[in-house]
């Protein structure tokens, strides 16, 4: 079975810091991992994907994501938020049966 | 541009009625889903459909129903609603299951409350 942690529920930093939202994956297969953006009142969209190759993917708004296999992780970066990046964050992990498994959600604040 | 359409918006039922939650794709994907979101929670899957007339339970698929008849659209039913239920229901499409393309296309949501 596959599972998707992310151990921080609420992030709050201020406008102009960097940032680093947490997850961790657990699947005991090659995972396709994903991470996903949700506005108020709107469905998610996908911020990044990674698949395979450089472990570290670039993904839109100048978020970035590091896969470690070696930690089960897949931690969102970004080195400078704005104050539109508050939102709810969701990683997930896709199964090759196409099933794709999400974590809690971090609610991200960002101060001005 | 494609687009998931899901309606309605917003849908009040009372305690016990059964209730249908639609959702229409035009990005000619293969893979449509229902997931439910609670609030705190991140999303859990009911239903998924790989291909028309397709069915495929998921962890949270015991008092649903659901129906894909057409490519296009993927209905969902509560088959009896559970009195201050309120949660968000997703629709969501794919061009594939699994794979390099199983990245997910989202419609804005059905908001539910019971009373």
């Known amino acids: 079975a596959q599972s998707v942690t992310q151990p921080d529920a609420r992030v709050t930093v201020s406008e102009g810091a960097s940032l680093q939202l947490r997850c961790k994956y657990s699947?005991?297969?090659?995972?396709?991992l994903f991470w996903y953006v949700q506005y108020p009142r709107q469905g998610l969209q996908l911020l990044l994907k990674?698949?395979?190759?450089?472990?570290v993917v670039q993904g839109v708004n100048g978020f970035e994501a590091e896969f470690i296999k070696s930690n089960s992780s897949f931690h969102l970066r970004k080195a400078s938020v704005h104050w539109s990046d508050s939102a709810v964050y969701f990683c997930?992990?896709?199964?090759?049966?196409?099933?794709?498994?999400f974590g809690d959600g971090t609610v991200l604040t960002v101060k001005p | 541009g494609g687009i998931i359409t899901q309606t309605p918006k917003f849908l009040i039922g009372q305690e016990g009625q059964k209730l249908t939650l639609k959702c229409q794709q035009n990005?000619?994907?293969?893979?449509m889903y229902w997931y439910r979101q609670d609030s705190g929670k991140g999303l859990r899957l009911i239903y998924y459909?790989?291909?028309?007339?397709?069915?495929q339970k998921g962890d949270l698929s015991e008092g649903y129903d659901a129906s894909r008849e057409k490519k296009s659209s993927f209905s969902l039913t509560v088959t009896s609603a559970q009195k201050n239920e309120m949660a968000v229901f997703l629709c969501?499409?794919?061009?594939?299951?699994?794979?390099?393309?199983?990245?997910?296309?989202f419609g804005s949501g059905t908001r539910l409350l019971v009373i």
């Open positions: 969501a499409s794919s061009i594939s299951p699994a794979g390099s393309n199983s990245d997910y296309t």
């Open positions: 699947y005991s297969g090659t995972p396709y």
């Open positions: 459909s790989i291909t028309e007339n397709d069915l």
């Open positions: 990674y698949y395979s190759g450089d472990p």
């Open positions: 990005f000619n994907h293969d893979t």
């Open positions: 997930a992990v896709s199964a090759n049966t196409g099933k794709l498994t």
